[in-house]
């Protein structure tokens, strides 16, 4: 599980960037939150979730990474990306940002991207303030890749941002997904913490606005309660799935809908 250690390596062609992060890694209604008193997963909850909407990009901008390699390295899974934009400007440079949940702040990871006209972000190496490998200034437009190495339902959040500041695209990537579907709808859990300690349910699918049965069942705790799906029919709850006195175990969930009720159990702690 990597211990608490995240490694993402940026790379475009033959150049190579490598980041590595320290993770220091309850239902929803209308009357209640499930994370009252706990301010700093209530932002990690509300920053995430506007992350996965996109309502945090410029208007008219939006990017999608389609993946380009999937396999076992040394026992560990391999993810690897491109990046595609729409609606950005193409005169601007642009830093790649990455702020993992469980970091207060953003970190910019590589600076002087540029976008071609079919979107793809790249280290074009034309210019000074356009990224490039010193020994190979011959190499232009140089496709940025993005390689992950994730964790079961890990999330990672990432943003371009222009070099004027007027255009900032967020985009985010869960490469490992731990989700079950039954009948058309999707439940999936996106972990916000090391070990699952805050994680954020999300379902897909359901019918707009109808009523809902979420059920859970960590060791001898089990909740059932009705709920409700949003007007796109979607559904997000955010959870601490901790047993008190307990190390570690796991989750049973399940989202009962009118036509569907996918279920799936996760790990957390130990």
């Known amino acids: 599980m990597l211990d608490g250690l995240r490694s993402t390596l940026l790379a475009a062609a033959f150049y190579f960037v490598t980041l590595t992060f320290s993770h220091s890694f309850t ?4 009357n209640r939150d499930p994370l009252a008193g706990n301010a700093a997963a209530q932002r990690t909850v509300t920053a ?3 992350w996965l909407a996109g309502t945090m990009s410029t208007p008219g901008m ?4 389609r993946e380009i390699s999937r396999a076992n390295v040394k026992g560990k899974l391999e993810v690897q990306y491109h990046i595609f934009v729409t609606g950005a400007p193409k005169d601007q440079t642009y830093t790649l940002v990455d702020w993992p949940p469980n970091h207060p702040d953003p970190a910019p990871s590589i600076a002087g991207l540029s976008v071609l006209d079919d979107g793809l972000v790249v280290c ?5 303030d356009q990224c490039s490998h010193p020994d190979k200034p011959e190499k232009k437009d140089a496709p940025v890749k993005l390689v992950f190495y994730p964790l079961d339902g890990e999330i990672y959040r990432l943003a371009l941002v222009s070099q004027d500041q007027k255009a900032k695209i967020f985009f985010a990537v869960i490469p490992a997904p731990i989700q079950a579907t039954d009948n058309g709808c999707t439940l999936e859990v996106i972990s916000l913490r090391l070990k699952n300690e805050l994680v954020l349910i999300r379902g897909k699918g359901f019918q707009p606005n109808e009523s809902l049965v979420f059920e859970s069942k960590s060791g001898e705790q089990t909740q059932e309660r009705p709920d409700k799906a949003e007007a796109n029919g979607d559904y997000q709850l955010p959870m ?13 969930i399940k989202l009962q809908g009118a036509k569907c009720a996918p279920a799936l159990t996760f790990a957390w702690g130990q």
């Not at 074009?124 to 000074?128: D, F, L, S």
């Not at 008190?244 to 989750?251: L, Q, R, S, V």
């Open 240 to 252: 601490q799935p901790f047993v008190a006195g307990k190390a570690g175990g796991t989750t049973e």
């Open 62 to 65: 939006t990017a999608q990474l």
């Open 124 to 128: 074009a190496g034309r210019a000074t």
């Open 48 to 50: 995430t979730k506007r």
């Open 27 to 30: 239902p929803q209604d209308s």
